[in-house]
């Protein structure tokens, strides 16, 4: 006899989860978390009024474009839906779920000051020994140029891979400006009219049955009313011969 675990999807959690506990210890988004905790973002906090609705703080938002442009996600769009669907992402974003118009106009409107801290990040990074960020080269193997070991921890060996590491940051923005701007769907949703839960097909069989019935009724009763003669039923002679009217 098969053993399989339970697939239980609707129990609720005794306790409120934490999406803390649920992402690895030494996972690259707790590595942007710590480190943008530590950046100056007063030119961006600063512009902000205090006054009407509440606005997204720019420490997460950050971090959303630094993790998500460093690991291939460039469409302000899948940045949002990651907010839902991936631990990283939603660790990220302290279980908030900015919309894509915020993100995309963040960006926008602090694409100078982004691109600074975005290269800050990176170079803390390779300060700290980590080579490579997602899919960013962080030990400048991009570099050609014939140095020994004693030129390759020279100043002017920094300057060159901080020249690249600015190079590569300005790639990813105009490659998040250009995946906005086509803004192709990704197939990952669902119509609108399919998303409802009554309309479903994995509604329960019961239900289902009397979705069913509910409909043949509703089919009856709109058709038109036979006449007597026609609603008789008629009757079957199989085998017998149809008795004969008498004169």
Do not use: C
Not at 106 to 128: D, N, P, S, T, W
Not at 130 to 145: E, F, N, P, R, S
Not at 187 to 196: Q, S
Request: overall charge positive.
């Amino acid at each position: 006899m098969s053993n399989f675990r339970l697939i239980d999807r609707d129990t609720g959690f005794l306790m409120p989860p934490s999406v803390d506990e649920w992402l690895p210890e030494r996972h690259l988004a707790r590595f942007v978390v710590e480190v943008i905790a530590g950046l100056d973002l007063r030119a961006m906090t600063g512009s902000y009024r205090g006054s009407g609705e509440a606005s997204y703080h720019p420490e997460p938002l950050l971090g959303l474009l630094v993790y998500g442009y460093a690991t291939g996600v460039f469409s302000s769009r899948m940045l949002e839906r990651a907010t839902h669907d991936s631990v990283a992402f939603r660790f990220i974003a302290a279980n908030e779920h900015p919309d894509h118009d915020t993100i995309a106009t963040f960006r926008r409107r602090f694409l100078k000051q982004i691109e600074a801290l975005f290269v800050q990040v990176l170079v803390l990074a390779r300060e700290m020994g980590v080579l490579k960020m997602g899919t960013v080269a962080l030990d400048g193997t991009k570099i050609h140029a014939n140095a020994s070991r004693h030129s390759a921890l020279s100043y002017e060996h920094a300057g060159k891979i901080e020249t690249q590491l600015k190079a590569e940051v300005a790639d990813l923005l105009a490659k998040a400006e250009a995946a906005d701007q086509a803004d192709v769907p990704d197939g990952m949703l669902i119509p609108e009219e399919l998303a409802r839960r009554n309309d479903r097909s994995r509604r329960s069989p019961r239900r289902a049955r009397r979705s069913r019935r509910e409909r043949r009724s509703v089919m009856r009763a709109s058709r038109p009313a036979r006449s007597p003669a026609a609603s008789r039923p008629r009757r079957r002679w199989k085998g017998l011969v149809p008795p004969t009217r008498s004169i």
